[in-house]
């Protein structure tokens, strides 16, 4: 009877290893499917410079001075600079976390040179309208800015550095 109580018991113990082996050898071939999204392509950079081309209301844009240049350079770091036409202007920018399209653009500071008054008209205009920004839209070659919840917009044309 010892003999078939252990013949039992090695019964036993070689069904619970043959499950355990089949268990982890189903786990092995067995393919996890994951799902994953295409990753969205990235964003146009803004880094860089860009030539104010118009700005104001979107439906009644108002053109730049002739022979005044007016742009923005994006860096990587978070800062701007630029030329309101007469003055050069700078400060910091950057996106709302978790709301990519969400852009914010601050100015600390400009020179103070005076320019004949259509430029600094135009100039005070810009730099305003700028430090409103709430929103872009990029496509590599063109930049749109608005402000006032889509009313205005400063429309850019990628300018060389």
């Known amino acids: ?7 039992q018991r090695i019964a036993v113990w070689m069904v619970l290893a043959l499950t355990t082996v089949i268990l982890a050898l189903s786990g092995c071939t067995k393919t996890q499917q994951v799902l994953m999204r295409d990753p969205a392509p990235p964003p146009p950079s803004l880094e860089g410079r860009w030539d104010l081309k118009e700005y104001g209301p ?3 844009p108002v053109p730049v001075l002739p022979d005044t240049q007016v ?4 860096t990587p770091d978070g800062k701007i600079s630029g030329s309101g036409g007469c003055n050069r202007y700078f400060g910091g920018w950057g996106f709302v976390e978790g709301q990519p399209n969400v852009l914010r653009i601050w100015r600390t500071g400009s020179t103070k040179m005076a320019c004949p008054v ?3 008209t135009q100039e005070h205009r810009f730099l305003e309208e700028l430090s409103r920004v709430s929103a ?11 402000y ?3 009313k205005g917009v400063l429309r850019f044309t990628r300018g060389v550095p």
């Open 118 to 120: 259509p430029v600094m």
């Open 71 to 74: 742009f923005v350079v994006f």
């Open 58 to 60: 979107s439906g009644a």
């Open 136 to 146: 872009h839209a990029a496509d590599g070659k063109e930049l749109r800015l608005f």
């Open 1 to 7: 009877m010892a003999t078939g109580f252990t013949l």
């Open 148 to 150: 006032d919840g889509g």
